[in-house]
């Protein structure tokens, strides 16, 4: 079955801090893609990033930085040099698309940004 | 394009009612989701269309909900009679073309 885990609930870093936010998942499928989405205070859910399951390279964008690692079923999520600005709810979520569109979410990790 | 459209997007209602959440998907999109954000639950999927048929309900939490998509531009999600525990903050999103979801700016349904 499907499962995502952030295991971290709350995370509090003072600006300019690097900041990594964890995601370890479970599958069953070979095929699959996993997803990073913020939630700002204003409150819609932002998709950020998308990874599909043979690409296992690293990415980065501007001050995020993505690792994906299939060995230990992990999709961690950097943020260099952290702003106020990043503070947000973030979330990890994974579809195994060959079965269906499904989309499951993690519980969120919430990022208090301090300045 | 406007991205997904919700309404409304504030509701109150008291217990017992019949409340209605729409939902506008982005064009062309052809895989609508409802989900439930709780502080308790996070983000449930309660349940997903592709080419407006529902392929998976499962996450409905029981009868007293239900969910519709007459058409590729549309959907509903009621809840009949409505409870206090409904309160949620209900969020439709679509895809189509590539995996990721875009989400609309959600409904906040309080039930008192």
């Known amino acids: 079955a499907q499962k995502v885990t952030q295991a971290q609930t709350e995370i509090s870093v003072v600006e300019k801090e690097d900041v990594t936010l964890d995601c370890v998942y479970e599958t069953r499928d070979t095929t699959y893609y996993l997803f990073w989405y913020k939630q700002p205070p204003s409150g819609e859910l932002v998709f950020l990033i998308r990874r599909n399951s043979f690409d296992e390279q690293n990415e980065i964008s501007g001050r995020y930085s993505w690792n994906f690692q299939k060995s230990t079923s992990s999709f961690n999520f950097t943020i260099t040099a952290s702003q106020v600005v990043d503070s947000a709810v973030y979330f990890c979520?994974?579809?195994?698309?060959?079965?269906?569109?499904?989309?499951?979410f993690g519980k969120g990790t919430r990022l208090h940004i301090l300045p | 394009d406007a991205g997904v459209i919700q309404s409304p997007r504030h509701e109150v209602t008291e217990m017992g009612q019949e409340v209605t959440l729409r939902c506008k998907p982005i064009?062309?999109?052809?895989?609508l989701f409802w989900y439930r954000q709780t502080m308790m639950r996070g983000l449930e999927l309660l349940i997903y269309f592709n080419n407006n048929v529902p392929i998976d309900d499962s996450g409905m939490p029981e009868d007293r909900f239900s969910a519709k998509m007459p058409n590729a531009s549309f959907s509903t999600l009621k809840i009949q009679p409505s409870e206090p525990r409904d309160s949620a903050v209900y969020f439709c999103a679509s895809n189509g073309g590539t995996v990721e979801a875009f989400f609309g700016q959600g409904t906040r349904l309080t039930v008192v």
């Open positions: 064009s062309g999109h052809n895989s």
């Open positions: 979520a994974l579809s195994e698309a060959r079965r269906d569109d499904k989309i499951i």
